[in-house]
Nanobody, 124 residues
Framework: QVQLVESGGGSVQAGGSLRLSCAAS????????MGWFRQASGKEREGVAG????????YYADSVKGRFTISRDNAKNTLYLQMNSLKLEDTAVYYC?????????????????WGQGTQVTVSS
């Protein structure tokens, strides 16, 4: 079992940047595929970015490509999401999640463990 705790959310103006972190504890972090998801008010949860166990393979939602970067530090049991050029539509609660499924990609139902979320608010 993996416990996940997100941090780094907050309020930022459009065009600004934030870096989210997700600290993992419990089971072996490096054995899990990891992902970032978000859920805006009144909308379904959507995948933002995912990363393989070793950090080599990364994939992004079209809406964040070129602006967001996912990374992980297995020595520190930590997942990151660097968010640049933030837009109003990036406002949401952001969750990190861990998956045993080798083809979890950005499908929420394929992830086994979730953090509690951190709020990101982008204003004009």
């Amino acid at each position: 079992q993996v416990q996940l705790v997100e941090s780094g959310g907050g309020s930022v103006q459009a065009g600004g940047s934030l870096r989210l972190s997700c600290a993992a504890s419990g089971d072996t972090f490096s054995s899990y595929r990891m992902g970032w998801f978000r859920q805006a008010s009144g909308k379904e949860r959507e995948g933002v970015a995912g990363i393989s166990t070793g950090g080599v393979s990364k994939y992004y939602a079209d809406s964040v490509k070129g602006r967001f970067t996912i990374s992980r530090d297995n020595a520190k049991n930590t997942l990151y999401l660097q968010m640049n050029s933030l837009k109003l539509e990036d406002t949401a609660v952001y969750y990190c999640a861990a998956a045993r499924n080798p083809i979890a990609l950005l499908v929420p139902s394929r992830y086994n463990y979730w953090g509690q979320g951190t709020q990101v608010t982008v204003s004009s």
